[in-house]
């Protein structure tokens, strides 16, 4: 699981370089799609293990709230949802960087990057 962890650090690092670079169009137009795939690979990866394995696989954090923790589980169903989910991410990804070229380049990747993490 701690490659769907991974995976969180690489989008949310992304969307947020995405935002503080915004004045670069040409560094945010590639560093956004390349957070955003870079960020599907390791998630992709662990639900095609678990697919094939049929173990769900989790992490668990300690979490200072009374009577709860930070769980994340991947098992076979949710690893069926987020393995077509994180295809179309990337590919989303690689083919809306003509359309976010423009003024909405900073803003966009910020915003895709958060939704794929989401």
């Known amino acids: ?16 370089l995405c935002a503080v670079v915004g004045g670069r169009r040409r560094a945010v137009n590639v560093l956004g799609p390349t957070a955003v795939v870079a960020g ?3 998630a992709l990866v662990q639900a095609i293990v678990v697919l094939i394995s049929g ?8 979490w200072s709230i009374p009577f ?23 590919l989303a990804a690689v ?9 909405a380049g900073r803003r966009g990747w910020a915003f895709t990057g958060c939704c794929t993490f989401s």
């Open 1 to 16: 699981m701690s490659l769907a962890l991974a995976s969180i650090v690489i989008w949310v690092t992304g969307a947020l």
């Open 40 to 42: 599907c690979l390791p």
């Open 55 to 62: 173990q769900p696989v989790a992490v668990s954090l300690p």
């Open 68 to 90: 709860g923790a930070f769980r994340l589980e991947m098992d076979p169903l949710s690893a069926i949802f987020a393995a077509p989910i994180l295809v179309v991410s990337s």
């Open 95 to 103: 083919y809306g960087g003509e359309y976010l070229r423009g003024d």
